[in-house]
């Protein structure tokens, strides 16, 4: 703390209240999608039954309601002494770590059910996330014994302040092995979808539809947020924006894995049955079907319909081009 002149407790102190700020609004852009959406929420998620999806839609969307309301607690109460800083963001920090890779869990269920259930991509991915995820952890943890809570010259607007005293703090790393994960499931998000379109040529379902959207434009954005944290705590590590961006990630990862989960049970309201080798591991509401013609060839085997058609056993195993001819014989 001596080794700080005036200027640089100033320069130290705007920038932290800009972090603040910025956490204020991450918390904000939680609270508001909340409100807009609670009624999808209500509609596909409370008035269902109980299930995988509906225990990870609660554990992802509401612990980031946990998590941001305390970092916000440790940037705004003024009667916090260093030690309980430290101990307040530390706590939000773990529930943050621990948000993470319950969205991440989502992440990986839904990419093993793109991939029809296969025990080989879901291995590769909870592999790779564990691998990933250890020295993730040891590095964060690292990190905060890093950290040195000083208190702030005004603690109206700022109760202390976060000084790292290690320049070589490396909680990049973490960052970068979220990217990393997230990158992975990008690519295979995206190679699904090409061979998809490649066997199909035509117009996906409504399920798949969404499936792929969500998978590859939700997963960019995640992988991007990531990418810029590294960036910034890179560059940053030796002023006060070096955290600004965690509190975004949180909510980014709260709102987009979430939402995962809701698109998917409003396109299946208007969607095939997906077979029981194909079927959607997180959902928990029977699809119903209106014509033939929408479901993909990858989706036309051994499918079970509740809709106004009722097919014989003969139909069993048909392509959507064979039910066409058949109809056309017919």
Known sequence: MATLSLSDLSRLLAQ?????????SNAVMLYYDTLVYFGDEVEYIWKARWS??????IATRYMAFVDLTVLIVYATYSKLTPADCMHVF??????????????EALLIIRTYALYERSKIILAYLV?????????????????FDSFNYVSSPAPSVLPCMAILTDGHAKMWFAFLCIALFDLNIVSLTLWRAILSWRSVRTNFGPLLATLYRDGIVYFLCLFATSVSNVFVMKTMADTSFF????????A?????????????????????????????????????GTRRGELPIDFARSVEMQSRYTLSSSYTGMTSKDLKDEDSRS
């Open 52 to 57: 995988v999806g509906k225990i990870l839609y």
């Open 127 to 143: 592999c790779l996330k564990i691998a990933l995820t250890i020295p993730a952890i040891k590095v964060i943890n690292e990190t």
């Open 243 to 250: 955290l600004v961006l965690i509190g975004f990630q949180r």
């Open 90 to 103: 530390r706590i939000s920090s773990w529930f943050m770590v621990v948000g993470v890779l319950i969205a």
């Open 252 to 288: 980014l990862h709260a709102l987009l894995s979430s939402k995962l989960i809701i698109n998917v049970r409003k396109a299946t309201a208007t969607s095939w049955t997906l077979p029981s080798a194909l079927a959607d591991p997180l959902d928990d509401r029977n699809l119903r």
């Open 16 to 24: 932290t209240v800009d972090v603040k700020y910025f956490y204020l």
